[in-house]
């Protein structure tokens, strides 16, 4: 990462999961982690892990869903290291259920936390990291918000601004030097199922089997640095939705067509469980 010069990255989300796979997968590289998470027991525990890996770390309280805490993020990390190379909206929940029967609290929260949040990192970090002369940007968003599957809908659709804000602020910053990665992972091994918030056990099963059954956060953390590295716009490290991805935009009214005749007829449900019992949507 030559382009990197002080190798400093700030992670929202990295007391567990995916944001402390990330952290320990630059902790390796050397790198010096802001430790951001609302779960102050969880980020003390990564920054030992962050050390053990050969990094640097230091552990600040943020709750995403407040702009104004994310604002203290931004002003503690600048204040104490002057530069940022890397900032990682990673935060996030998850809820499931059909429209009209998930709660509004849950529409609510997932923009918010998902989606709110990135918005609060980039509006705080963008214009320093433009006045230190670049920097880098990489959001998580999910396979959720480009396949837009049943009974997701208000995680679909937060999953999905991101991407499109991503989409948004690649062309825009490029003039800052500030490259921006949006990485869209479908199931994979994190903690993120323990505290869904669900109105339908079927994506309930089909999420716990996907996660027990995909590769590690390790694995999905390693290609996506390795996007970053590469100043790659999407990271997307499952082949299976890099194969559904494809279909969708070049067959859109296809990939539509199937599922709805699948759902219609009974099949699509437990087609969906078997193909996540073979590890084939988390692969």
């Not at 990673?90 to 989606?115: H, R």
């Not at 089909?206 to 996506?224: D, H, L, Q, W």
């Amino acid at each position: 990462m030559d382009r990197f010069k002080t190798k400093t990255a700030v992670i929202t989300g990295a007391g567990s999961g995916f944001g402390r796979a990330l952290a320990l997968n630059l902790a390796r590289k050397g790198w010096r982690i802001g430790i951001a998470d609302i779960n102050d027991a969880g980020s003390k525990e990564t920054l030992k892990m962050v050390e053990q890996a050969g990094g640097k770390g230091e552990v600040f309280h943020v709750d995403v869903a407040d702009s104004l805490s994310v604002k203290k993020m931004a002003d503690h990390f600048y204040s104490k290291w002057n530069r940022v190379d890397l900032l990682i909206n990673n935060a996030g929940i998850a809820a499931a259920g059909g429209i009209g029967e998930s709660p509004l609290q849950d529409w609510k929260a997932l923009m918010e936390i998902d989606y709110l949040s990135v918005v609060y990192g980039c509006h705080e970090f963008v214009p320093r990291m433009r006045a230190q002369g670049g920097g880098h940007i990489l959001n998580t968003a999910s396979g959720a918000g480009m396949l837009s599957l049943p009974y997701m809908g208000a995680y679909n659709a937060a999953k999905a601004a991101v991407i499109s804000l991503s989409e948004t602020i690649r062309v825009e910053l490029a003039p800052a030097n500030i490259g921006v990665t949006v990485v869209c992972p479908t199931f994979f091994n994190t903690g993120l199922i323990d505290d869904i918030s669900s109105t339908s056990p079927w994506i309930e099963e089909v999420a716990s089997t996907g996660f027990k059954n995909g590769i590690s956060a390790e694995t999905v953390a390693k290609r996506t640095i390795k996007a970053v590295e590469k100043n790659k716009l999407y990271a997307i490290p499952m082949i299976y939705l890099k194969i559904l991805w494809l279909n969708k935009r070049l067959t859109p009214g296809i990939y539509y067509a199937l599922p709805t005749f699948l759902h219609k007829h009974g099949i699509m449900k437990p087609l969906y469980l078997k193909l996540a019992q073979w590890g084939v949507l988390s692969h």
